[in-house]
Structures are given as C-alpha cells and as structure tokens.
C-alpha cells in the first residue's frame, strides 16, 4: 500500500521552513526519505527506524510517530538547492521493499 | 561505501524488441538489490527485489524478467518492449551487513517508440 505525501507541492522564498508529511496504512518498519532532481536518479536524504533513530542531512530533519504511521521532514532555512521533488518509501517488511509516495514538489525561489 | 553502475544510460528501442539492462555494484557484499520503474512526473514502482544469487522475486506481473547471475550483478530483461515500458529504470542497493539504507544507481532511461 502507497504512503500518501502531502502536500503535492509547495514554493518556498529562500530561508522559509516547510513540512512535509508521509502517512502509511500499514504499520512500519521504518521511513526512507529522498529527494530527486530534474533528470536525475533520487539521492538518499535519511532515514527513520522504529524505536526512535533519527539521522539529520544538512538542516533537514525528520520525525516518526509509529503508533500513527506517519512521517514529517522538515525543512529548515530552505536553500536553492533543496528544490526537487521529495519521496517518502516505507518499509513494511524484512526485505527491504519500499513503497513510494506520489512525491512532494519543492521550489525554492531567491 | 558503494558504488552503482548502470548501462546503457539511455536506450531508444522500437515496440517488440528485446531489452537488457544492467545494473552492478562495487563496495559491499550480500546486498539486496532491487528494480525500480519511473513514469515520466510519476512516482516509483518496484518490480523486483532479490536478496542473493539466482533468488529474483517479482511486485508486478508484466512482460519484464529479471535475473542475478552474480552476487554483485543485476539484470532487467524483456523479450518484446510495449510503449507502456518507456521510463526511468534505477536499480538500488540495500548493502550487506545489517544497513537499512538503500541506495539508487545512475538510472537508464529508456524510450519504446
């Protein structure tokens, strides 16, 4: 089952924060975030393991409330470079399949 | 850490031909390596996963196959293309050793015309 991501998308001014949150109907083994640039494969942000581990990538962070199966990153004193579009991937099992999010567009404008 | 390899990085190829992609890693043993599709300004879709050699296991039923002949290699095959296999292939890699990270390859992106 798909994670939903909201919102769609969201454009930021330089140094404005933003959230975006992941929500899955199964319950996790962890949360997998990455962000993929026009043309380019996705690149490995962080992720969230059930009982609390939590990795930072720049001044992006995350959370995980797995008794309600959902995922926030947040972005914190966006820069240019943090455009893209954001996936979440949830991990429901012991094999590693993730399963995507639709996707979170993030333009930051100067 | 590793490294993903992944050839060709584009491919036009005409509907019912064949098709092989391939995908290797450097850096780590015993990895999980996986199939992912991309649509154009969609989401990612995983059609196979394998958790060691010659173990390949299939999420969505279609005319693709894939195979791991080596610990470290991964390929993606089709014996006729329909239009609708047109998209961006990545191939990513759980590494061996206990990681939960996976990591994407370079991608191959391939248009069925």
């Known amino acids: 089952q798909q994670p939903v991501q909201s919102p769609q998308a969201v454009i930021l001014r330089e140094g404005e924060d933003a959230v975006i949150n992941c929500s899955s109907s199964k319950a996790l083994y962890s949360v997998h975030w990455y962000r993929q640039k026009h043309g380019e494969a996705p690149v490995f942000l962080m992720i969230l393991l059930k009982g609390g581990e939590q990795k930072g990538h720049e001044k992006i962070s995350a959370s995980f409330n797995e008794k309600k199966q959902q995922s926030s990153l947040y972005l914190t004193a966006s820069q240019l470079s943090y455009s893209g579009t954001y996936f979440c991937g949830s991990l429901t099992d012991s094999w590693g399949k993730l399963q995507f999010g639709a996707g979170t567009q993030v333009v930051v404008t100067p | 850490s590793q490294t993903i390899h992944q050839w060709p990085a584009t491919l036009v190829q005409p509907v019912g031909s064949p098709l092989s992609l391939e995908c290797t890693v450097e850096?780590?043993?015993?990895?999980?390596l996986y199939w992912y599709r991309q649509a154009a300004g969609r989401g990612l879709q995983l059609l196979f996963y394998s958790v060691g050699i010659g173990q390949i296991s299939s999420e969505v039923p279609q005319n693709l196959s894939a195979s791991r002949p080596q610990d470290r290699q991964f390929i993606l095959s089709s014996k006729k293309l329909l239009l609708s296999d047109s998209g961006f292939y990545l191939c990513?890699?759980?590494?061996?050793?206990?990681?939960?990270?996976?990591?994407f390859g370079p991608g191959t992106r391939l248009t069925v015309t």
């Open positions: 850096g780590t043993s015993n990895p999980n």
């Open positions: 990513a890699v759980r590494p061996g050793g206990g990681a939960y990270e996976q990591y």
